[in-house]
């Protein structure tokens, strides 16, 4: 029957099982629904046993089949905890090797395929894995059949403000219905308890169809929950992100902003609820009062959107000790103000809250007005550690590695980089136990569907096994992106040098991180346009990166700063100083050196850095020449207008208009790189989507530079009038060729007139 009069729409294409399918389904379960051309993750050796799209079920089964995909002749046998590890045959139908295993508990199984008596070697990138006794193997996920689930088929909003959604209700193996009362929905803010979502439910096929109307621009993720006839909830929520948006947004859109909370902004400046620093402590390295709500005041007065600033990454949001510790140098102290040493997977710092509200109120109420906004909120993820005081650490002091310190003797950071702790303080969690790795990723996924983030960036991504990021991936994509979610952008911190391309891709996969900084591009950046370096090394560089990162190239992080290296300002300068304090803002005011140098170099790098591929990024206080040595000097406490400089105002203004050029642009965020011309101190390059166009152009000599810059193979250049969308008074005609008349350290952004 259905519980209300409404039409249900037919649900398509019966797909066999394929595979062992996880988070709380069970492989061999009948009946699944699928969509048509359903993706898939096959690996490079040809099997997909455990990487196809998530099945659809009608009905759970508490029998267990698992199949495995390959092209090999012979013999197929599967061995695993499940049998105690004793091979068993496989019977192949039409290339696909399946074996019943009976009735399993819930939980995870390590197993292994053996062809022709041989047993395989590590699981492919694509498969869930878990290391058994020091083994890493292919994992089976086992539902709980006993338990009814609830699955997104398809999820979609419109434009004009619409989102429809298709549920499936899989009961559990003892067949009891839905219960139509039960099914609760929410998208967004409305819900259906309140009427402003419509929920059909069909009892007989367990089909639930839901839609929503006049949704304001920005994101309205759906959630949904329901029970059967006897009470039992479904075995996890339904959680679909959803965006309303004129333009369906695309990562390669994005420019990263990274505000470092505590040293931003303080939203309650003196007033009763003002942070208090842990003490025992030098202020440089302890709290400053800096809070979510400051953050938020930066938002409503457009300090992100005029840079141009669509994706905010937040230092991590974890509660960190209340207390000092000592840092790296052996000799200072250091306070949890950075938020890298968690002591809990869920509570929030409260020293980020204010007077009137608590942290996680007031970080949720940033979250929700960010997305109102249309901007990205990227979360911080520290996976690889905890602080000693952390729940994981108290309940489970077992999960952790043997203890020796990065860059002791015998404990190189290269040579020891899976297991050896940052600091006596900072045990190291040891992935290579399931347990650990189950709780962390199941805590990691609640966090970003808690909070309804965009994306995360994994902290000390080269110091873990690769199967947490492999794991983190497939759980984002089967519990989050599934059914038409948003994807959720997941990048990598790897700190490298130069040529550290080939270390930074090991973590980039689509069955992986998506991206990671662009340490190697970073240094090129800096000598280019700090240290007087060459044109030719920097476009070399780009080149490599180009060859090297192929797909994923569009989705790298381009930056000059952030919070472990020297401020730009300061390398151009050459006055850094200690660490711990001493080195002079030269833009602050009051320098004696010549600031217009400085404020060239600067903006001229932000040109080349914001015009490149992938999401660019901004660390807080760049954009005014914040100055500071090493850490922590380079995590001074941000300034604002009406209190800036004239060197930060001018610098401020030359980004800001770089940023905007950048968002009034689909070739500058989206297009093919095409460098045009590049000696020691000129360099111009294109940048081509379909018919949209743009060209960088910047010269860092110290004399003007006037040449004739043909456009080649862009032939969507010739014929085109350009205008400098930072000197609008500029405007270039082409006909083959670009004339160029550039003065000493001036750019253009050249975009169709």
Same mark, same amino acid.
């Given at each position: 029957?259905?519980?209300?009069?409404?039409?249900?729409?037919?649900?398509?294409?019966?797909?066999?099982?394929?595979?062992?399918?996880?988070?709380?389904?069970?492989?061999?379960?009948?009946?699944?629904?699928?969509?048509?051309?359903?993706?898939?993750?096959?690996?490079?050796?040809?099997?997909?046993?455990?990487?196809?799209?998530?099945?659809?079920?009608?009905?759970?089964?508490?029998?267990?089949?698992?199949?495995?995909?390959?092209?090999?002749?012979?013999?197929?046998?599967?061995?695993?905890?499940?049998?105690?590890?004793?091979?068993?045959? @496989?019977?192949?139908?039409?290339?696909? $090797?399946?074996?019943?295993?009976?009735?399993?508990?819930?939980?995870?199984?390590?197993?292994?395929?053996?062809?022709?008596?041989?047993?395989?070697?590590?699981?492919?990138? =694509?498969?869930?894995?878990?290391?058994?006794?020091?083994? !890493?193997?292919?994992?089976?996920?086992?539902?709980?059949?006993?338990?009814?689930?609830?699955?997104?088929?398809?999820?979609?909003?419109?434009?004009?403000?619409?989102?429809?959604?298709?549920?499936?209700?899989?009961?559990?193996?003892?067949?009891?219905?839905?219960?139509?009362?039960?099914?609760?929905?929410?998208?967004?803010?409305?819900?259906?308890?309140?009427?402003?979502?419509?929920?059909?439910?069909?009892?007989?096929?367990?089909?639930?169809?839901?839609?929503?109307?006049?949704?304001?621009?920005?994101?309205?993720?759906?959630?949904?929950?329901?029970?059967?006839?006897?009470?039992?909830?479904?075995?996890?929520?339904?959680?679909?992100?959803?965006?309303?948006?004129?333009?369906?947004?695309?990562?390669?859109?994005?420019?990263?902003?990274?505000?470092?909370?505590?040293?931003?902004?303080?939203?309650?400046?003196? !007033?009763?609820?003002?942070?208090?620093?842990?003490?025992?402590?030098?202020?440089?390295?302890?709290?400053?009062?800096?809070?979510?709500?400051?953050?938020?005041?930066? @938002?409503?007065?457009?300090?992100?959107?005029?840079?141009?600033?669509?994706?905010?990454?937040?230092?991590?949001?974890?509660? &960190?000790?209340?207390?000092?510790?000592?840092?790296?140098?052996?000799?200072?102290?250091?306070?949890?103000?950075?938020?890298?040493?968690?002591?809990?997977?869920?509570?929030?710092?409260?020293?980020?809250?204010?007077?009137?509200?608590?942290?996680?109120?007031?970080?949720?109420?940033?979250?929700?007005?960010?997305?109102?906004?249309?901007?990205?909120?990227?979360?911080?993820?520290?996976?690889?550690?905890?602080? !000693?005081?952390?729940?994981?650490? =108290?309940?489970?002091?077992? $999960?952790?590695?043997?203890?020796?310190?990065?860059?002791?003797?015998?404990?190189?950071?290269?040579?020891?980089?899976?297991?050896?702790?940052?600091?006596?303080?900072?045990?190291?969690?040891?992935?290579?136990?399931?347990?650990?790795?189950?709780?962390?990723?199941?805590?990691?996924?609640?966090?970003?569907?808690?909070?309804?983030?965009?994306?995360?960036?994994?902290?000390?991504?080269?110091?873990?096994?690769?199967?947490?990021?492999?794991?983190?991936?497939?759980?984002?994509?089967?519990?989050?992106?599934?059914?038409?979610?948003?994807?959720?952008?997941?990048?990598?911190?790897?700190?490298?040098?130069?040529?550290?391309?080939?270390?930074?891709?090991?973590?980039?996969?689509?069955?992986?991180?998506?991206?990671?900084?662009?340490?190697?591009?970073?240094?090129?950046?800096?000598?280019?346009?700090?240290?007087?370096?060459?044109?030719?090394?920097?476009?070399?560089?780009?080149?490599?990166?180009?060859?090297?990162?192929?797909?994923?190239?569009?989705? @790298?992080?381009?930056?000059?700063? &952030?919070?472990?290296?020297?401020?730009?300002?300061?390398?151009?300068?050459?006055?850094?100083?200690?660490?711990?304090?001493?080195?002079?803002?030269?833009?602050?005011?009051?320098?004696?050196?010549?600031? $217009?140098?400085?404020?060239?170099?600067?903006?001229?790098?932000?040109?080349?850095?914001?015009?490149?591929?992938?999401?660019?990024?901004?660390?807080?206080?760049?954009?005014?020449?914040?100055?500071?040595?090493?850490?922590?000097?380079?995590?001074?406490?941000?300034?604002?207008?009406? &209190?800036?400089?004239?060197?930060?105002?001018?610098?401020?203004?030359?980004?800001?208009?770089?940023?905007?050029?950048?968002?009034? =642009?689909?070739?500058?965020?989206?297009?093919?790189?095409?460098?045009?011309?590049?000696?020691?101190?000129?360099?111009?390059?294109?940048?081509?989507?379909?018919?949209?166009?743009?060209?960088?152009? @910047? &010269?860092?000599?110290?004399?003007?530079?006037?040449?004739?810059?043909?456009?080649?193979?862009?032939?969507?250049?010739?014929?085109?009038?350009?205008?400098?969308?930072?000197?609008?008074?500029?405007?270039?005609?082409?006909?083959?060729?670009?004339?160029?008349?550039?003065?000493?350290?001036?750019?253009?952004?050249?975009?169709?007139?």
């Amino acid at each position: 029957m259905l519980v209300r009069t409404a039409s249900v729409a037919m649900l398509v294409a019966l797909m066999g099982l394929s595979g062992c399918v996880c988070a709380g389904l069970t492989c061999g379960e009948p009946e699944p629904i699928g969509l048509p051309d359903a993706p898939d993750d096959d690996d490079a050796g040809g099997d997909d046993d455990d990487a196809t799209a998530n099945p659809v079920l009608t009905e759970r089964s508490c029998e267990v089949r698992l199949q495995h995909t390959t092209e090999a002749s012979g013999t197929v046998e599967v061995a695993g905890e499940f049998n105690d590890w004793v091979p068993a045959a @496989m019977t192949e139908d039409n290339g696909t $090797w399946w074996a019943d295993l009976g009735e399993l508990a819930p939980g995870s199984y390590g197993y292994k395929i053996l062809t022709n008596g041989e047993w395989e070697g590590a699981p492919p990138a =694509s498969a869930y894995a878990k290391w058994v006794d020091g083994t !890493e193997n292919r994992a089976l996920y086992v539902g709980d059949c006993t338990q009814p689930l609830l699955q997104i088929v398809l999820a979609q909003a419109s434009p004009s403000g619409e989102v429809t959604a298709t549920l499936q209700f899989a009961t559990a193996a003892d067949g009891a219905a839905v219960d139509p009362a039960s099914v609760r929905v929410q998208v967004g803010k409305a819900t259906s308890e309140d009427g402003e979502v419509i929920v059909v439910t069909d009892e007989e096929t367990g089909v639930i169809s839901v839609s929503a109307t006049d949704l304001a621009a920005g994101k309205h993720s759906l959630q949904a929950w329901a029970s059967d006839t006897t009470g039992r909830s479904s075995e996890k929520p339904v959680f679909v992100p959803l965006w309303v948006e004129d333009e369906p947004f695309r990562w390669e859109d994005g420019l990263i902003y990274f505000a470092f909370v505590d040293r931003f902004r303080n939203g309650d400046f003196g !007033e009763p609820g003002a942070t208090s620093p842990v003490g025992d402590t030098a202020p440089i390295a302890d709290y400053q009062g800096g809070d979510y709500l400051g953050v938020l005041d930066a @938002m409503d007065e457009d300090w992100f959107s005029q840079l141009g600033a669509n994706v905010l990454w937040l230092t991590p949001v974890y509660e &960190n000790p209340d207390a000092p510790y000592l840092a790296a140098d052996g000799v200072n102290n250091f306070s949890g103000f950075h938020g890298y040493w968690p002591t809990d997977p869920f509570a929030i710092e409260g020293k980020l809250g204010d007077a009137w509200a608590d942290s996680e109120t007031r970080l949720v109420e940033l979250i929700e007005e960010a997305h109102s906004r249309g901007i990205r909120v990227l979360f911080d993820l520290v996976l690889n550690h905890v602080h !000693e005081d952390h729940v994981y650490r =108290s309940e489970h002091p077992e $999960w952790f590695n043997g203890g020796c310190v990065c860059g002791t003797d015998g404990c190189g950071w290269e040579e020891r980089a899976v297991d050896c702790w940052f600091t006596p303080y900072l045990p190291d969690l040891n992935y290579r136990n399931p347990w650990v790795l189950e709780r962390v990723i199941d805590d990691t996924v609640e966090l970003v569907r808690r909070f309804d983030v965009d994306g995360v960036r994994v902290d000390a991504a080269k110091h873990m096994d690769h199967v947490v990021m492999r794991t983190l991936r497939r759980r984002l994509r089967e519990d989050i992106e599934a059914g038409g979610g948003a994807q959720v952008y997941a990048v990598g911190e790897t700190f490298t040098g130069g040529d550290g391309h080939g270390l930074i891709m090991d973590y980039v996969s689509p069955d992986e991180l998506d991206a990671q900084f662009d340490f190697p591009l970073f240094w090129s950046i800096r000598d280019a346009f700090a240290n007087g370096g060459s044109f030719q090394g920097l476009e070399a560089q780009v080149a490599t990166g180009q060859a090297v990162y192929g797909d994923a190239y569009p989705l @790298m992080s381009p930056f000059l700063g &952030n919070h472990d290296i020297l401020r730009f300002s300061t390398e151009a300068a050459g006055n850094a100083g200690d660490p711990w304090g001493g080195t002079q803002d030269f833009l602050a005011g009051g320098a004696t050196v010549d600031q $217009w140098d400085l404020i060239n170099k600067q903006s001229m790098a932000f040109a080349f850095t914001l015009t490149q591929p992938g999401l660019p990024l901004i660390y807080y206080g760049d954009e005014i020449g914040l100055a500071g040595a090493g850490d922590p000097d380079n995590r001074r406490f941000m300034s604002f207008e009406p &209190n800036l400089s004239a060197n930060q105002t001018e610098l401020l203004t030359r980004v800001r208009a770089i940023g905007q050029a950048r968002a009034a =642009s689909k070739a500058l965020r989206r297009g093919d790189r095409t460098q045009l011309w590049v000696d020691d101190s000129l360099l111009v390059y294109s940048r081509q989507d379909g018919d949209d166009v743009a060209v960088v152009a @910047m &010269n860092k000599a110290d004399t003007p530079r006037v040449v004739s810059v043909p456009v080649g193979a862009v032939t969507a250049l010739t014929g085109s009038t350009l205008v400098d969308a930072i000197h609008p008074e500029r405007i270039v005609s082409v006909d083959g060729a670009i004339e160029l008349s550039l003065g000493a350290w001036e750019y253009a952004i050249l975009v169709p007139q």
